[in-house]
């Protein structure tokens, strides 16, 4: 089955809303992550990843035990490129705003 790999990076100024949907997030991420092998819509990896160097965010961090998060990394296996983004589509980060909707892409993986 194809996997698709997912830069899906946040929306500037977007830690606030991102941490207080952060646990939904999380509980859809274990769902994929717990699916069988040969399951559509099954998270191979997911993370999220810091601010770039030399941007305002990653210059002035969160107060402290705040993580500060820029964006999300997955890798899923689906049978379409277009059901994965469909997948993206129904994660909170994409429906609470947080993920920058111009800036994500999805590759498949040779």
Same mark, same amino acid.
């Given at each position: 089955m194809p996997r698709f790999v997912c830069y899906c990076?946040?929306?500037? +100024?977007?830690?606030?809303?991102? !941490?207080?949907?952060?646990?939904?997030?999380?509980?859809? *991420?274990?769902?994929? !992550?717990?699916k069988?092998? +040969?399951?559509?819509? &099954?998270?191979?990896?997911?993370s999220?990843? !810091?601010?770039?160097?030399?941007? *305002?965010? &990653?210059?002035?961090?969160p107060p402290a035990?705040?993580? +500060?998060l820029a964006g999300?990394?997955?890798?899923y296996q689906f049978e379409t490129r277009e059901e994965c983004v469909a997948r993206l589509q129904a994660d909170v980060y994409w429906t609470a705003g947080v993920?920058?909707?111009e800036r994500m892409e999805v590759e498949e993986l040779a």
């Open positions: 990076p946040d929306y500037p +100024n977007s830690l606030e809303r991102r !941490l207080s949907v952060r646990a939904q997030h999380l509980v859809a *991420a274990k769902a994929d !992550l717990a069988g092998e +040969n399951e559509m819509g &099954r998270q191979i990896m997911g999220p990843f !810091l601010p770039r160097p030399g941007t *305002a965010q &990653r210059d002035s961090p035990g705040t993580p +500060n999300s990394f997955m890798i993920w920058d909707k």
